[in-house]
């Protein structure tokens, strides 16, 4: 290992517990963590100007690495207290601490390589309920509940990162090369009625990780692809109601969801100026409404508001997070 390799991990190492301690506010990346202020220099206040937006470039911190920390030492502790007889309330506490870290997780952002993790967890949760059935082991009461809201988290993390290539979902992208893609609004008028990022959940009241704009619109108004690609889905997906996907080479995707009718198939070329469907309320929507999702190379969702008519330029980001961001990734 040479210096220069341990200090940037050592830098990465510190980037990601920023970015993981300050699950609640995502804020841009690149102020210096302030862990301890130097003795005779007075701690500056952060007046470095903003960088360029490199939005592409840019990799959060995710929950896969969140939910496998939460399931190991959930595990770990199950171990233990199998090991002597344990009280029911030691039981009550190993269970709440893995729901509310995964509960956290799944405000991250998520990524395409998170995918196995959220599998994981659904799995390790079932499994473990199941033998402390068995055993007739006394849980929380509240348990089930937490419990259900939990997996509804983790259920919602796996539908999310399917719409972005889980294989044999997508139809196939061709092979388009692109310098750059730049997005357009996909709606004439656009009015945003919740907002990339963190937020509750209008169904449970749950804090959830929300991977794209919901954008107002009347029912039927048409809805355009925001960029010249190929349509890679077209049909109904669960909590998406109608939904298509576009991809536009070089790895970025965007996806229309809620519609009410489809206008394009899969394998289908689109320019800017097609309708892919209308504004619809399919799925699990509260309303009349257009979730517009963006995803880059890695599998990464984008803030589509920050992205739109930004030029994108397809960074090939050597992660190797899942098979299938890679595969989707041209040079
Ligand atoms: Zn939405």
Same mark, same amino acid.
């Given at each position: 290992v040479t210096p220069r390799n341990s200090i940037s991990a050592l830098l990465l190492l510190t980037l990601f517990a920023v970015g993981c301690a300050g699950s609640q506010q995502v804020t841009s990346s690149d102020a210096p963590p302030t862990t301890e202020a130097p %003795? &005779?220099?007075? =701690? %500056? *206040? *952060?007046t470095a100007p903003l960088p360029p937006p490199t939005v592409v470039a840019e990799v959060p911190a995710s929950p896969g690495p969140e939910i496998d920390r939460a399931l190991r030492s959930f595990l770990a502790t199950r171990v233990a207290l199998r090991a002597a007889p344990p009280t029911a309330r030691q039981h009550g506490e190993a269970w709440l601490d893995v729901l509310y870290r995964l509960d956290d997780a799944c405000l991250l952002q998520p990524v395409a390589g998170d995918l196995g993790a959220f599998v994981r967890a659904r799995a390790t949760l079932e499994v473990e309920l199941e033998h402390d059935r068995r055993r007739r082991v006394a849980l929380p009461p509240d348990l089930d509940e937490r419990l259900k809201e939990t997996l509804a988290a983790v259920d919602e993390g796996v539908d999310a990162l399917q719409l972005i290539g889980a294989p044999g979902f997508l139809g196939p992208a061709p092979e388009r090369t692109v310098a750059s893609v730049v997005l357009r609004r996909p709606l004439p008028t656009m009015a945003v009625t919740s907002p990339f990022g963190p937020r509750t959940d209008p169904f449970s009241g749950h804090q959830r990780f929300h991977a794209g704009v919901d954008l107002g619109a009347k029912e039927g108004s048409m809805v355009f692809a925001a960029a010249p690609g190929t349509v890679v889905f077209a049909g109904w997906q669960g909590g998406f109601g109608r939904h298509v996907v576009v991809d536009h080479g070089g790895g970025i995707r965007t996806s229309y969801s809620?519609?009410? /009718?489809?206008?394009v198939h899969t394998g289908q070329v689109v320019d !800017? &100026? /097609? =309708?892919l469907g209308s504004v619809g309320n399919t !799925?699990? +929507?509260? !309303? +009349?409404?257009l979730h517009f999702a963006v995803t880059n190379a890695a599998g990464s969702f984008l803030d589509p508001l920050v992205v739109l008519d930004v030029p994108l330029t397809p960074t090939p980001v050597v992660?190797? =997070?899942s098979a299938s961001a890679s595969k989707s990734m041209k040079r």
């Amino acid at each position: 290992v040479t210096p220069r390799n341990s200090i940037s991990a050592l830098l990465l190492l510190t980037l990601f517990a920023v970015g993981c301690a300050g699950s609640q506010q995502v804020t841009s990346s690149d102020a210096p963590p302030t862990t301890e202020a130097p %003795p &005779e220099t007075p =701690a %500056p *206040v *952060v007046t470095a100007p903003l960088p360029p937006p490199t939005v592409v470039a840019e990799v959060p911190a995710s929950p896969g690495p969140e939910i496998d920390r939460a399931l190991r030492s959930f595990l770990a502790t199950r171990v233990a207290l199998r090991a002597a007889p344990p009280t029911a309330r030691q039981h009550g506490e190993a269970w709440l601490d893995v729901l509310y870290r995964l509960d956290d997780a799944c405000l991250l952002q998520p990524v395409a390589g998170d995918l196995g993790a959220f599998v994981r967890a659904r799995a390790t949760l079932e499994v473990e309920l199941e033998h402390d059935r068995r055993r007739r082991v006394a849980l929380p009461p509240d348990l089930d509940e937490r419990l259900k809201e939990t997996l509804a988290a983790v259920d919602e993390g796996v539908d999310a990162l399917q719409l972005i290539g889980a294989p044999g979902f997508l139809g196939p992208a061709p092979e388009r090369t692109v310098a750059s893609v730049v997005l357009r609004r996909p709606l004439p008028t656009m009015a945003v009625t919740s907002p990339f990022g963190p937020r509750t959940d209008p169904f449970s009241g749950h804090q959830r990780f929300h991977a794209g704009v919901d954008l107002g619109a009347k029912e039927g108004s048409m809805v355009f692809a925001a960029a010249p690609g190929t349509v890679v889905f077209a049909g109904w997906q669960g909590g998406f109601g109608r939904h298509v996907v576009v991809d536009h080479g070089g790895g970025i995707r965007t996806s229309y969801s809620h519609l009410q /009718d489809l206008f394009v198939h899969t394998g289908q070329v689109v320019d !800017g &100026e /097609d =309708a892919l469907g209308s504004v619809g309320n399919t !799925g699990r +929507s509260t !309303g +009349s409404h257009l979730h517009f999702a963006v995803t880059n190379a890695a599998g990464s969702f984008l803030d589509p508001l920050v992205v739109l008519d930004v030029p994108l330029t397809p960074t090939p980001v050597v992660k190797a =997070a899942s098979a299938s961001a890679s595969k989707s990734m041209k040079r």
